[in-house]
């Protein structure tokens, strides 16, 4: 199975700043790399597909780069519905496995 | 608009079945791929199925193999997941979302199962 290993596992952060999550796979999995967004009793939300594609309806100051190995989300500029867990997850090859997620809090 | 409603959840005693239903609108149910994908409480999102959406091609997570089942009825826009043989650790949220293009679209707002004597 491909291991999907996120950084940081928490954050603290305030409105207005840049954030970057990463995200590692165990082994190479070209683009296929989905970002999703958690909020607590929600269920998971769609942010970026194929590594840097955006889901329809989501704000552009996400976005997503990478290929490989090695991934990364990128709020621009932090805002106040933004604060949520984020979760990698790789559709390379099944099973499909998730990073333990990214809980991004407030400063 | 898109919308999954799970249900079916519950409390159950170990070594006891539960049958999750998933009831999906807003979308040509028949034309898309379904999995069901499971979140132990405080933790992180685990992937347990996949349902080809003509139910020709199933694949498993090895945590469930042979002892869930999916399938799914396009006539009745609905995906099923019957679980047998549960543990303390299938303790979860169950989450059907159907999936496209290698991705998970969209998710309903799961079904809760809690695995206790």
């Known amino acids: 199975d491909i291991q999907m290993t996120q950084s940081p596992s928490s954050l603290s952060a305030s409105i207005g700043d840049r954030v970057t999550i990463t995200c590692r796979a165990s082994?190479?999995?070209?683009?296929?790399l989905n970002w999703y967004q958690q909020k607590p009793g929600k269920a998971p939300k769609l942010l970026i597909y194929?590594?840097?594609s955006l889901q329809s309806g989501v704000p552009s100051r996400f976005s997503g780069s990478g290929s490989g190995t090695d991934f990364t989300l990128t709020i621009s500029s932090l805002q106040p519905e933004d604060f949520a867990t984020y979760y990698c997850?790789?559709?390379?090859?099944?099973?499909?496995?998730f990073g333990q997620g990214t809980k991004v809090e407030i400063k | 608009e898109v919308q999954l409603v799970e249900s079916g959840g519950g409390l159950v005693q170990p070594g006891g079945s539960l049958r999750l239903s998933c009831a999906a609108s807003?979308?040509?149910?028949?034309?898309?791929?379904m999995n069901w994908v499971r979140q132990a409480p405080g933790k992180g999102l685990e992937w347990i199925s996949y349902?080809?959406?003509?139910?020709?091609?199933?694949y498993y997570a090895d945590s469930v193999k042979g002892r869930f089942t999916i399938s799914r009825d396009n006539a009745k826009n609905s995906l099923y997941l019957q679980m047998n043989s549960l543990t303390a650790e299938d303790t979860a949220v169950y989450y059907c979302?159907?999936?496209?293009?290698?991705?998970?679209?969209?998710w309903g707002q799961g079904t809760l199962v809690t695995v206790s004597s």
């Open positions: 979302a159907n999936s496209g293009n290698y991705r998970l679209d969209y």
């Open positions: 807003g979308l040509t149910f028949s034309t898309y791929n």
């Open positions: 349902i080809s959406s003509s139910g020709s091609a199933i």
């Open positions: 082994q190479s999995i070209s683009r296929y």
């Open positions: 194929l590594a840097s």
């Open positions: 997850q790789q559709s390379s090859s099944i099973p499909w496995t």
